[in-house]
């Protein structure tokens, strides 16, 4: 398969807590994105973070990348009601843009 | 951003028909669009790139004479999925490469149910 894989599946926790999710990836790459999907809707770029970085922050979202390991994490800090969601990594080699399995995550307010 | 419009946004269809689903890029010129096709509570899985002026290259598994993908001119991809069954339901997502670098903007998706 080409797709990666995330940890956990399904996460839930409260508004205020940080929420942390995990991915890994198959194949080397130029850069790792992760976007955010609204049940039934499209996908939301939220940040990209490129193979010769190790992190990066934007707002309340921190994003690791571990080439050595093929892995990445996304951390949520301070987490609203408003960012259940499910987010997906993509890593892109060359071209072509390949999505983890997601996350369903859930902020109980 | 750049901004992905995809239309329709939902469609149902008898099962046999032909649906056709339009990606374009508004305010960019796309020289390559993905198309990617999602089932309920899974992720994305890419069925094919779309290159413009040449034929679209499919990823293992997909029938490309099934999914016809034709790419016209810089800011149009269209997606016609032939002889539709139940099966082909699902919620199919084009994507544009435009602007920074690696980024890509994602259409709102079109949601298809094959009666």
């Known amino acids: 398969s080409q797709q990666g894989e995330e940890d956990p599946q399904a996460l839930s926790i409260q508004e205020g807590e940080n929420a942390t999710m995990n991915c890994s990836y198959k194949?080397?790459?130029?850069?790792l994105q992760w976007y955010r999907q609204n049940s039934g809707r499209g996908l939301v770029h939220l940040i990209l973070?490129?193979?010769?970085?190790r992190e990066k922050h934007s707002g309340r979202l921190r994003v690791t990348l571990d080439t050595s390991k093929k892995s990445s994490s996304l951390l949520i800090t301070a987490s609203r009601a408003a960012d259940t969601a499910s987010y997906f990594c993509a890593s892109r080699g060359s071209e072509k843009l390949v999505f983890g399995k997601g996350t369903k995550l859930t902020v109980n307010p | 951003g750049a901004v992905v419009s995809q239309h329709p946004s939902w469609v149902i269809c008898k099962s046999g028909t032909s649906v056709k689903i339009e990606c374009r890029s508004l305010?960019?010129?796309?020289?390559?669009m993905f198309w990617y096709r999602q089932f309920p509570k899974q992720s994305l899985m890419l069925m094919a790139t779309?290159?413009?002026?040449?034929?679209?290259?499919?990823e293992q598994g997909v029938e490309k004479d099934k999914f016809l993908i034709n790419h016209a001119s810089l800011t149009l991809s269209t997606l016609t999925v032939t002889s539709a069954h139940p099966e082909d339901s699902s919620f199919y997502i084009c994507?544009?490469?435009?602007?920074?670098?690696?980024?890509?903007?994602f259409g709102e998706g079109s949601r298809l149910t094959v009666l």
């Open positions: 194949t080397s790459i130029n850069n």
């Open positions: 973070i490129r193979s010769n970085e």
């Open positions: 305010d960019f010129q796309a020289t390559t």
């Open positions: 779309s290159n413009e002026g040449s034929k679209a290259t499919y």
């Open positions: 994507s544009a490469s435009g602007g920074s670098v690696g980024e890509l903007f």
